[in-house]
């Protein structure tokens, strides 16, 4: 019988030769898995960036939302303020002649600037709050820390002070 490992034909033996073609397949394998683990952190770096971007992006659109919508709310501030000295005009024309022309002129304008989120500060027989009220004078009274006089009506604008009232407030002795 013939040795199967020898060529019939030209008598050659056909045992393979590893010419390090085996040891090439292993380094190319260790060189592939290395480049994919690259690669693969590449890409994780490349989605973390990617994360971060968005993550970015969402909060300066929150960001920017929340400028506009204080734009917004403030945008009348300054026409506001501008009518505080005709609104103190109409209270003291108010104090001297209570006709219901100026009180109903009152109302309209209370009315139209409520819509812009104006308010008048609550202030006679309330408890005194110096964030709303400004003590302009003290009186003896039986309750202590309570507003007994109003002498300039305070306002506010989207829950915001524009102007403080300024107030008596009495004091127990």
């Known amino acids: 019988m013939a040795d199967p490992r020898m060529d019939s034909y030209t008598g050659n033996s056909t ?13 190319s394998k260790s ?13 994780s770096r490349y ?8 993550a970015e992006m969402d909060n300066y659109a929150k960001t920017k939302e929340k400028e506009i ?13 501008s009518l505080l000295p005709f609104m103190d005009s109409l209270e003291a024309a108010l104090k001297h002649d209570d006709s219901d022309g100026l009180l109903t002129l009152k109302k309209q304008i209370i009315k139209i ?6 308010s008048e500060i609550p202030s006679v ?7 709303l009220h400004e003590a302009i004078g003290v009186v003896e009274s039986n309750d ?4 007994v006089e109003e002498i300039q009506k305070g306002y506010m604008l989207n829950d915001e002070v524009i102007r403080t009232s300024k107030v008596i407030v009495g004091r127990r002795n």
Request: proline share 3%; hydrophobic share 30%; no cysteine.
């Open 31 to 43: 060189s592939y898995r290395k480049k994919l683990t690259e690669l693969e952190n590449e890409l």
């Open 144 to 147: 202590d820390n309570i507003i």
């Open 69 to 81: 919508a204080s734009i917004y709310r403030n945008s009348s501030r300054e026409v506001v303020k």
């Open 113 to 118: 600037l409520s819509s812009y989120g104006f």
């Open 125 to 131: 027989g309330k408890a005194f709050n110096p964030y």
């Open 15 to 27: 045992k393979p030769v590893h010419n390090g073609r085996k040891r090439s397949s292993v380094q």
């Open 47 to 54: 989605r973390e960036l990617y994360l971060r971007q968005v």
